[in-house]
């Protein structure tokens, strides 16, 4: 893919550009989780919003690929993200869904703690879109959003399985506004909404030090 095959470009660039006196860490992982939407991305019923797009929202399953350089207990992340949501609420008719795709880069802190587990918190900005729709098969209402910016805060540990592995339990919270067109029999409706939501994911990598 593409949009991987950048991340670990980027990432392989950090690391040759780092200074070399000091111990470095380079990972690429993946990773699987849930995700939670939250406020009005997660609305249900008519009277919550006049807005019928972008809401009614359920947890879905998703999964994602990570890599990131560390040097010392600063470091950098870039990420790739796709999660799944269901739409069962009045504003989806009889059935619906939204599937998310992105990427993801920002700064990754190590939290010095117990020295068998490495806790960590990072930050950063998310590129999202969105495909789905609503209603049933005869009446479906085609979405699409635009990529745009939006931000991600997030927390996990580093747990060592063997001599070069990790499996890492973390919890996001990413926060986006989103521009929408929504097609139905010809008519295409546009608008911004925000759909924000949570992640918990457990991921695998392959670490590096060198």
């Not at 040759?16 to 939407?37: D, E, K, S, T």
């Not at 949501?85 to 992105?102: E, H, N, T, V």
């Amino acid at each position: 893919m593409n949009v991987s095959f950048r991340i670990l470009a980027v990432t392989g660039a950090i690391a040759a550009f780092a200074p070399p006196a000091q111990a470095q860490l380079v990972y690429v992982g993946v990773r699987a989780g849930a995700g939670i939407p939250t406020g009005s991305f997660a609305e249900t019923g008519q009277g919550a919003s006049q807005d019928p797009y972008l809401k009614g929202a359920n947890p879905g399953l998703g999964y994602g690929l990570d890599a990131g350089v560390g040097l010392g207990p600063l470091g950098v992340y870039a990420g790739l993200d796709h999660i799944n949501f269901g739409c069962q609420d009045q504003s989806c008719a009889s059935s619906g869904k939204y599937k998310l795709s992105g990427i993801s880069a920002g700064v990754r802190l190590g939290v010095p703690l117990i020295p068998l587990i490495k806790p960590w918190v990072k930050a950063g900005i998310t590129l999202n879109e969105m495909t789905g729709t609503v209603g049933g098969s005869a009446t479906a209402t085609k979405i699409t959003t635009d990529r745009r910016p939006g931000y991600e805060l997030g927390a996990g540990v580093d747990i060592p399985v063997m001599v070069l592995f990790n499996l890492t339990p973390q919890v996001r919270y990413i926060g986006q506004k989103l521009k929408y067109s929504a097609t139905s029999a010809g008519v295409t409706t546009r608008g911004e909404k925000r759909a924000d939501y949570y992640t918990f994911d457990l991921g695998f990598r392959l670490r590096s030090p060198f």
